[in-house]
């Protein structure tokens, strides 16, 4: 398959076929959160600003989906940036807000290195350690495999190359090209023209609740991976199925044979 990026009740167990949900032909994972620890650079903020890393590296998350949504609903997308830009200006934004000396060092050639350093850790989060099992598992079984996320191609590839897992992925479906961020019904569209599947034919799993269900208003099935004992939102429907790893996409009913998950 080619890598060429790409230019929708109660919950079930887990374990339990939801009624009306055929077996899933396809997994979509987003990436950011879900394949990639997106907390991971608290330790270097840490270093460069102490006292204030993990909070940074929320604040910096929570601004950086902030701009996404601010940039796809404003006077039709005329403001889009790229991930990347937007995940700059988060973080410039971050730390001017948490680091109480930063608007005074804003110009100086220290800051530059600063933001240059923690946008270079950003180019390889560090990834979830069951991540490579369960591509390889999928990957065994012919279950075709793919990434649709907010990041732009060339930071998703980086990251995949510089995690090994480049070769376990069929595809790199970036929003890039509509010039929406999810939850953009656009940028889920892309799964389904990318895989030749409709919605419903394919499993998409998220960390980000928000995103898990923007995907199954889109009519995906869905996956939410819970990691971190979060609650649900409080709008719209339940994911199709819940899990606290990324394990669980292989008790999928239908998607594996028998015993086909991971040692």
Not at 129 to 153: C, M, Y
Request: charged share 15%.
């Amino acid at each position: 398959m080619s890598k060429t990026p790409a230019t929708a009740a109660s919950a079930p167990a887990k374990g339990h076929k939801p009624s009306g949900h055929c077996a899933p032909q396809a997994v979509l994972f987003d990436a950011y959160g879900t394949l990639f620890d997106v907390y991971s650079v608290a330790l270097l903020a840490e270093q460069l600003f102490p006292g204030h890393g993990q909070a940074l590296s929320v604040l910096w998350r929570d601004k950086q989906i902030e701009y996404t949504r601010l940039v796809t609903t404003s006077n039709h997308g005329a403001h889009y940036q790229p991930f990347w830009e937007l995940t700059r200006a988060a973080l410039v934004f971050a730390i001017k807000k948490l680091v109480h000396h930063a608007d005074s060092t804003r110009a100086s050639a220290e800051f530059d290195v600063q933001v240059s350093q923690l946008m270079n850790q950003y180019r390889s989060l560090s990834a979830f350690p069951e991540n490579r099992a369960v591509l390889q598992a999928l990957k065994a079984q012919g279950v075709p495999t793919g990434i649709l996320s907010n990041g732009d191609a060339a930071m998703l590839t980086l990251a995949l190359k510089s995690s090994g897992l480049h070769d376990l992925v069929d595809h790199i479906i970036s929003v890039d090209p509509v010039r929406k961020y999810k939850t953009a019904p656009e940028a889920y569209a892309l799964g389904e023209q990318t895989l030749g599947l409709a919605a419903a034919k394919v499993l998409f799993v998220s960390s980000n609740a928000w995103d898990a269900l923007g995907a199954t208003w889109f009519g995906y099935q869905t996956l939410w991976v819970n990691r971190t004992q979060q609650p649900w939102e409080e709008i719209g429907p339940q994911p199709t199925h819940r899990g606290t790893s990324l394990r669980d996409v292989l008790c999928v009913p239908g998607l594996m044979p028998p015993n086909g998950s991971p040692a």
